[in-house]
């Protein structure tokens, strides 16, 4: 096992049996160097600094039915909300004064938020805050809506892809939903020129390790700048109420072998983590994770955007609660970055938006 560890950090890629071996994770020790492995990289290539973004969820509103997500639309028991133009650029501005300068623009599939009246909160955004980091996180649009996105100043978008396996996401979504568009889109993404992300859920249901070893090859092969790795966490209001959550220590054991895989990608300890465990959080930046992302919405919207039970969203998770975040932080060695937290590529390789 130690030696398989040894060759994933020289090679950034292991065989299908290989990987097989180290995903069972039946060895403390072994899980022990990954971790360790894994932090190291992290720091070679980011010191001890984490980004911060600020989450702003800024609609509660889907027209999709994935099986997993209690913001689907056929979910009944949410309180549904949608923010304007006017309290989405207060929230950056409240953002902006606690110190981010990277936001996250999250909502279900909203299509209230046409092309033309999301990219004009895009550019009032970029037009208030020039010098931050503008991520769209709204799922599957056509390539021309992508591209105008992005020419109104919107600079990263997160889509995870859930499962590389057509017949696993099939068994994740209902009739009509399949996983070719939603790769597309993410190809389509990274033509536009986006800083992209994409990821999964672990322990979804119906998740195989076969199928966690096809998405390591899938991410391998797209190559995002950033990858969003959480634990599924079930929902009394979706039809997976009955399933078992995700385990934290297997999202973690993931986190250090992507680390591993892709050294200079951006890594975030996920919301869904910090919820599944108290110290989830700290567990992941200690296997490589670099990204954390407070949630900078409104209280009153925080508590009707959960797409799991039990989301936790105050204290350290909460952009009010940056100060507890840099205490917990401090603890395991680890301090907030005042930088955005462009991916390398896009700040040396000139392809970084500058504004
Ligand atoms: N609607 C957009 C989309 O699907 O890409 C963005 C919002 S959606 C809530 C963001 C992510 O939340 C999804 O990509 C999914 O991986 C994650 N998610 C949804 N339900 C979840 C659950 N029950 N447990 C953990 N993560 C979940
Ligand atoms: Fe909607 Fe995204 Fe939830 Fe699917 S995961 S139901 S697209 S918010």
Redesign the pocket.
Known sequence: MLALIEKLKRERILEREEFRALLSGADARADDRLRELARETARENFSNEIYVRGLIEFSNY?QRN?L??A?RAANRAVERYRMEKDEILECCERGRELGFRSFVM????DNYYTAEKMTEIIAAIRARHPDCAITL???EKDEETYRAYFKAGANRFL??H?TISPEHYRKLHPPGMELAPRVECLRALKRTGFQTGSGI?VGSPFQTIDNIIDDLYFLAELRPEMIGI??????RD?PFAGEKPGSAEDTVRLIAILRLMRPDALIPATT?LATAEDDGRERGILAGANVVMPNLSPAGAREKYR??DNKAGRGAEAAEGLELLRARLAKIGYAISAERGDHAEFIEGGRCQKT
């Open positions: 889907c994935c997993y997500c913001l999250q909502s279900g599939e996180s709204v799922g889509l995870r859930e859920m959480g634990p599924y966490l079930p929902s979706t869904a797409p799991y």
